[in-house]
């Protein structure tokens, strides 16, 4: 039998965390690898397919296409421990104090599966919701935890656990989160410079 639970939803990069994940790393690979220089009229060309196309996964692939396995698993670990100093710093308390009401806590991010969790760890979330990547080739996605896809991933973790999702509150600074934002009883709005709170 299926039992209505409450949840609160956190988006991560912009809302609990200053900067973009993906394309921080993409940067601290720039910065420590030859490979990427190589890829940059691909990226060219990437970026004007997203201008026609934001919700796109083609142009996203093309932006990651320099990234190997091997990249992922020697510059992943220690650009995790530079990007959790970007996490802002009311993130870790709030998460407690609405574990702390009852609620389910979850993290849906687009960011992707070999970046977010492990810049979380420390905090208890009920469950990480992230894009999936091809481990062997980390440029390809799975799925795309963007836009409508968020709530898909919730109700898809939602229909695992056998509970009903009562979203009572959602976090997020970008509008591409509105299908998510629209579900939940109160919207909670950031600004993803100060990590404060918009107010209306």
Known sequence: MLMKQDVVVFDFDGTL???????????YCFRHSLRPWLFLPLMAVAAIARMFNPAGVWWREKMRRFLTADMVKKFAPDFIKQHKMERFGWAKEQVAAERAAGRKVVLI???????VPQ?????????FLT???????????KFLCW?????????TWASKNK???????????SPSDMPLMEIAAEQVWVDAKTGLR???
Do not use: C, T
């Not at 965390?17 to 940067?27: I, K, M, T």
């Not at 810049?119 to 469950?127: E, G, H, P, Q, Y």
């Not at 894009?131 to 996605?141: C, F, G, I, L, R």
């Not at 009903?164 to 600074?173: A, G, L």
């Open 17 to 27: 965390s200053a900067r973009d994940s993906n394309v921080e790393f993409g940067r």
């Open 109 to 115: 991010s687009a960011s992707a599966d070999y970046l």
């Open 119 to 127: 810049l979380v760890r420390d905090i208890k979330f009920d469950a």
């Open 131 to 141: 894009s999936q990547m091809d481990a062997a080739a980390p440029w390809k996605y």
């Open 147 to 155: 836009g409508a896809n968020k709530v898909v991933a919730l109700d």
């Open 163 to 173: 509970i009903i999702p009562r979203v009572v509150r959602s976090y997020s600074d």
């Open 198 to 200: 918009k107010h209306a």
